[in-house]
């Protein structure tokens, strides 16, 4: 196990690089009450990290601000209101998701970027 081609659960050589490189394009799906939905939550993400909260329904939201050299953009586009997306037909997506021992049936906006 001391060798440095073996990974953290003893794969060694090929095995456990194709075991290394499946983790890094792992997606995690994160479930949080909304009391943690706040700009701090969302700041923090790793990447392939999508999380699913309650949010007010008049929340801002904006896309992923361009690539700027200045430094000065901190926003992209503005966006529909999460109160606006209730009223769209398409994107939204039903999941799943098990709470305590019981399964919910959880609807949640589709990120066409996915």
């Known amino acids: 196990m001391g060798s440095a ?21 792992r997606r995690i799906l994160a479930v949080a009450d909304g009391s943690y939905s706040g700009a701090g939550l969302w700041k923090a993400l790793p990447p392939r990290t999508t999380v699913l909260a309650r949010c007010p329904k008049n929340r801002a939201l904006f896309a992923l601000p361009a690539h700027t050299t200045d430094g000065r953009r901190k926003y992209g586009d503005r966006l529909p209101t999460p109160q606006a997306l209730l009223h769209e037909r398409g994107g939204w997506r039903t999941m799943p998701v ?15 970027q996915d």
């Not at 095995?15 to 290394?20: D, I, K, T």
């Open 5 to 25: 081609s073996t990974d953290r659960l003893g794969r060694d050589g090929e095995g456990g690089a194709v075991y290394r490189l499946g983790q890094s394009r």
């Open 98 to 112: 098990a709470v305590r021992g019981r399964t919910l049936d959880l609807s949640g906006w589709e990120d066409a």
